[in-house]
């Protein structure tokens, strides 16, 4: 089934020719499901629970980093980019979907992932083993701030390769914030469901963050 376009560039047309853009996720609109037997935890006697199914917007790879993806990889694309280079820890999950995406778009577009130490748990060995079978190209460092200076400098010396920081969000004024786009159409997104009844207006999102980029584009795209 052919996916639609953002529900953004319905709303602003304008920018279907100025902002890059590829379809990565599946199962879209995700569902939003009632968390009853968290509401009973909480003793939340005063509406109603939910959370938005945004785990199973891939069959391969779900969760928010797809919704950034989809601009950020448009970018890649567009710009006939060689590759991606990013960091994070060994068990980096940004990373794992860099490597998952450049895969299954192309295989001759290369992700290389500067990596710094963090715990070997079981989590993160299965994820080194996927980086693996993914084809992603893995640069151990000595510590956090050595292999993000390790990072910058790739890009550097290989100007073909689109410079991603962990979240798909900018850094100090030097990154893609394309990525929060993706939030902005989320926000267009529920709020079809709304209008359609699928769900009552929420009186409170509330979002894991780390680069904040998921939250900056549903607070844009709410306004």
Request: charged content about 25%; hydrophobic content about 40%.
């Amino acid at each position: 089934m052919k996916r639609e376009e953002p529900l953004l560039f319905n709303k602003y047309p304008k920018l279907k020719n100025r902002v890059p853009w590829i379809p990565l996720l599946i199962n879209v609109p995700t569902a939003n499901e009632r968390l009853t037997e968290l509401e009973k935890e909480f003793e939340f006697d005063d509406g109603e629970i939910y959370i938005k199914r945004d785990d199973k917007n891939h069959p391969i790879y779900g969760g928010n980093k797809l919704r950034k993806f989809e601009f950020i990889f448009g970018k890649v694309l567009k710009k006939k980019k060689k590759g991606v280079v990013t960091n994070g820890g060994i068990g980096t999950n940004h990373g794992l979907a860099c490597a998952i995406v450049c895969h299954e778009l192309n295989q001759s577009l290369k992700c290389h992932i500067y990596l710094f130490h963090q715990p070997l748990t079981w989590h993160v060995q299965r994820t080194l083993l996927l980086f693996d079978y993914f084809g992603a190209k893995l640069h151990l460092g000595k510590g956090d701030i050595g292999t993000f200076v390790k990072f910058l400098f790739f890009k550097l010396r290989h100007p073909r390769y689109f410079l991603m920081f962990p979240g798909g969000s900018p850094l100090l004024g030097i990154g893609s914030s394309l990525g929060t786009i993706g939030f902005i159409n989320a926000a267009f997104e529920l709020k079809k469901q709304i209008d359609q009844k699928a769900i009552r207006e929420p009186d409170t999102i509330f979002v894991a963050g780390g680069s904040v980029g998921t939250a900056a584009g549903l607070v844009a795209g709410c306004k």
